[in-house]
């Protein structure tokens, strides 16, 4: 199972913290700690994960009803005619 930190970490689930499951394995961490895209990922890293993916509309969903109507966070995106991952806010 996967943690992920929205400020945004995928962090393994063998750290201290706990996560309930579900469905896809993974779960959303939101850290409330304004940084850079760059600095997020770091932090992200240094906690053994990357920005997270939202790959779905359940998870878009999720995240948007924690972040709430004010909130901003980064996330990962991937270009689909490169490969790697590109900076992006996401937030309309």
Same mark, same amino acid.
């Given at each position: 199972m996967d943690l992920w930190v929205f400020g945004v970490l995928l962090v393994p689930v063998v750290l201290v913290w706990s996560c309930p499951e579900s469905e896809s394995g993974s779960c959303l961490w939101f850290e409330d700690v304004?940084?850079?895209? %760059?600095?997020? *990922?770091?932090?992200?890293?240094? +906690? =053994?994960?990357?920005?997270?993916?939202?790959?779905?509309? %359940?998870?878009? *969903?999720?995240?948007?009803?924690? +972040? =709430?109507?004010?909130?901003?966070?980064?996330?990962?995106?991937?270009?689909?005619t490169h490969?790697?991952?590109t900076p992006g806010l996401h937030r309309d």
């Amino acid at each position: 199972m996967d943690l992920w930190v929205f400020g945004v970490l995928l962090v393994p689930v063998v750290l201290v913290w706990s996560c309930p499951e579900s469905e896809s394995g993974s779960c959303l961490w939101f850290e409330d700690v304004p940084l850079s895209f %760059r600095d997020a *990922e770091a932090r992200c890293q240094t +906690l =053994g994960g990357h920005l997270a993916f939202i790959t779905d509309p %359940r998870t878009q *969903e999720q995240v948007l009803k924690v +972040l =709430g109507p004010e909130q901003e966070a980064w996330i990962g995106l991937k270009n689909s005619t490169h490969s790697g991952t590109t900076p992006g806010l996401h937030r309309d």
